[in-house]
Structures are given as C-alpha cells and as structure tokens.
C-alpha cells in the first residue's frame, strides 16, 4: 500500500509558504491506518523496548497504539503546565522564538528502553528536545519513528546519533 496517497498536501498552512502534510486524511482511513500501525510494530518488535514516548499533539495518534502492540508502557510528552505531577522540562528552537516540551520525572525507570514516536520529523528542533527529556529522565533511546520525514529539512542531523525511521519521505 502507498501511504503517501493518504497523506493530503495544504499549501500555505499554518503560515504562507509552509506546504502541511496533513495525515488526517490516513486517520480516516481504517485499512491505512493499520498497515501505517503495522509498520511500526514490525520496527519496534523484538528490541526489548519498554517504554513507547510520544509528543503532543499528534504523536498521540498511534504512540498508544503502538505500545499497546509491543506490550511497552505509554508516555505522553506535554505542552507547559499540562501534566500534574513533578515534571523535567525542554526548551527548544522553533522557526521563530523557542518552545517547551516536559515529561513527568518519575515516568521512566532506569534501564527503560524507550521508542520515541510522532507524525512528522521537520527541523528536528521537537524530537531533539524530546531525546533530551528521554535521558535527562534515565532512559536509553532505541529509536526514533515517524510517519513523515521532511528530509529537505534535514532534521535527522539533530538526531543522527540515533536510529531513525520514517514510513513516508518526502
Ligand atoms: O521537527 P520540528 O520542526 O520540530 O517539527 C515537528 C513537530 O511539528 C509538529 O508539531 P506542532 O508543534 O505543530 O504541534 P501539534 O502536534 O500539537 O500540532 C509535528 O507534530 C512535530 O511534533
Ligand atoms: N510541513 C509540515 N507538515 C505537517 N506537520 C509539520 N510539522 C512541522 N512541519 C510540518
């Protein structure tokens, strides 16, 4: 199946000049949605992963599912003053001005071997950010997934260190 023909281009969103990859239009449709989940399961199987890691808000999609499938724990990574308890906190750098990712402090146990999962790898500024949340928390990154990796954005420079995936590149 080609993914890329459920995945929707809108030209000038969020801003002019931005070509979004919209993957609502996969979502929507059950037999893509399970081989996109059946890809990363296949990725992810059999690494002793333990712990699957995912942003807000559209690494939530299949972050769960994925877990769930590889019998791993879920981990939500949050926008600021969203989680409760006691939290690690990231800044990073955005296109313009800079944002902040956080995760709860006591979430990964030491040892943990963590997946870390979202929809789309751009600059790379979010999962560089979120590898830094992972470690800074005592957890070893196995690898890195994405459905959609802008590789003329080269955002796999910031996190070459690690074993990337993506189902789709453009
Ligand atoms: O590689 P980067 O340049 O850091 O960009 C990738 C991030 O951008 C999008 O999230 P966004 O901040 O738009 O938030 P959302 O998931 O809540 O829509 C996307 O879901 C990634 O998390
Ligand atoms: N072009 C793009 N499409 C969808 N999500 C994105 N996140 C960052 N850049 C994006």
Redesign the pocket.
Known sequence: MDLKKYIRDIEDFPKPGIGFKDITTLLIDPKAMQESLNQFVALAKGKGITKVVS?????FFFGPMIALEINAGFIPVR?PGKLPAETISQE?A??YGT?TLEIHKDAIQKGDKVLIH??????????EAVVKLVEAAGGEVVQLDFIIDLTF?N?IEKIKKYQVNSLVQY
């Open positions: 942003m807000e808000s559209r690494g926008k990073y955005l296109e944002d979202d929809d789309v790898l751009a600059t790379g500024g979010t999962a954005l955002g």
